[in-house]
């Protein structure tokens, strides 16, 4: 089975888009399926480990079984499996405080007879071993192949990196902390190397009396990275105490221990206030996703109010333009009869006129034929 798992953990190493290590599990059983273990991710990023897998399958003949976990439960749920009876873990992503962790507990497989350093710019050289290969060391950057080794050892190959950054206010730092310059404000936060160092920066900070951020993204999963590495520093201390014959050594390794687990302690009551607030925080977006829905459920009302009202006045605004188009017709129509009424009158008075110039005419003719007679 191991030379099945270290060229399961070569492809994958090689060829997926993820941040951290891959190892190989100490407890898996020979087949022609492997199980990988691996964090959550987006779809497109699931859908290019898909096709790496797919590659690996068709060029080895391996098929590759995924178990996806998302961040907040990874740790949790690949510890419940390495105790479990049913061993189907094969490789799995570890960030490097849990690499350590399990190092430790001899749950990992050894790399160290699969590693070379060569020249050649390619992550893998061509060898005589079981696997036909070995890793190039050089070809690595050597900060994200330091978090691979555990006590000398190699236990799993680097992926891909990421890089943390702490952004700040130079004037904010001034203030809180009593400085003069810039400079002694970029000291001031450069000087920061232990939790301890940190805590006492936010009580600075927070020292103005404001709700400035320290910092941004740590999430729960964050404090459970940062807790498992001071988990694991306190394991590797207890070990090197328990072996230790020099009593002033061990005085100063016992003074560090209880440090770290000052630290432990510190950094768990944050945590917990952290799980705390944000549970808070999810019943206030959730009353407030409510009260948002309520609102829009009333805007949609509103909306409808509005619709209606404005089809409402279309129809007025319709029946107000019927109506003056029917007054203008009246209108034109009423003109019409007066002209018709004022040129009958016109009319009849032309004829009443000339009936009264033939009455006349016949009056004058009688009275002339009359005279005439006599």
Known sequence: MKKSLIKAGAALALGCCLAGTVAGCAGGTASDEITFYHYAVTNSLT????????????????????????????KATVSTKFTSSKKDMDVLYLDQPLLAQYANSNLLYKLDDFVTTSSEDAETVAD??????????????????????????????????????????????????????????????????????????ANDINGLGTKYALFGGMGSGGYTAAIAQLESEITALQTQIAGMEDPAGAAELTA??????????????????????????????????????????????????????????????????????????????????????????????ATVTTVDNTLADYATAVETAYEAYQ
Do not use: H
């Not at 897998?53 to 590759?64: M, N, Q, R, Y």
């Not at 190959?157 to 809180?176: G, R």
């Not at 977006?285 to 109010?305: I, N, R, Y």
């Open 47 to 74: 859908t290019q480990l898909e096709q790496k897998l797919a590659g690996f399958t068709e060029s080895t003949g391996i098929k590759v079984k995924r178990v996806a976990i998302s961040k907040d439960n990874y």
């Open 256 to 349: 560090q221990l209880e440090s770290k687990k000052a630290e432990m302690t510190s950094l768990t009551n944050a945590q917990t206030a952290f799980t705390t607030e944000q549970t808070e925080l999810t019943s206030e977006v959730s009353k407030l996703t409510s009260e948002v829905a309520t609102l829009t459920s009333q805007v949609s009302q509103l909306e409808a109010s509005v619709k209606s009202y404005k089809n409402a006045l279309k129809q007025a605004e319709n029946a107000r333009d019927n109506c003056d188009k029917q007054a203008a017709s009246a209108q034109r129509s009423l003109g019409s009869a007066e002209e018709s009424y004022a040129a009958a009158i016109t009319q009849y008075n």
């Open 128 to 201: 005589g071993n079981s696997v036909g290969f070995k890793f190039n060391k050089n070809a690595f950057n050597e900060s994200a192949w330091a978090t691979t080794v555990y006590k000398n050892s190699v236990y799993g190959i680097p992926l891909t990196i990421n890089t943390s950054v702490l952004f700040y206010n130079v004037a904010t730092i001034k203030e809180a902390c009593g400085l003069s310059t810039d400079g002694e404000a970029v000291a001031k936060v450069e000087g920061i190397k232990t939790w301890s160092d940190l805590k006492a920066f």
